[in-house]
C-alpha cells in the first residue's frame, strides 16, 4: 500500500498520488497526514475527463521538483 511505501526507508522518496472519487475535507487530511504528495479528485463527467488527467501529468512532469 502507499502507507507502506512512505514507511520502508528504501522507497519513501517515491510521490504518491491519490486519484479519487472523493471530494471530502476528511479523506483529503488523511492523505495529507499519511505523507501523500498529491490527492486529485477525478473528474466526475466526461468533459472533463479531457483535460484534468493531462493537467496533473504536467505538473509531475513540468512543475513539480523532485529528488533523483
Avoid at 476528511?26 to 473528474?43: M, R
Avoid at 475527463?49 to 529528488?67: V, Y
Wanted: hydrophobic share 40%.
Amino acid at each position: 500500500t502507499w502507507k507502506a511505501i512512505k514507511t520502508d526507508r528504501l522507497f519513501n522518496k517515491i510521490a504518491v498520488i491519490i486519484f479519487t472519487t472523493s471530494k471530502s475535507a476528511t479523506d483529503l487530511e488523511k492523505a495529507y497526514e499519511f505523507s501523500a504528495n498529491s490527492f486529485v479528485s477525478k473528474p466526475t463527467t466526461i468533459d472533463d475527463w479531457g483535460s484534468k488527467p493531462d493537467h496533473s501529468g504536467r505538473f509531475w512532469i513540468e512543475c513539480a521538483n523532485i529528488i533523483h
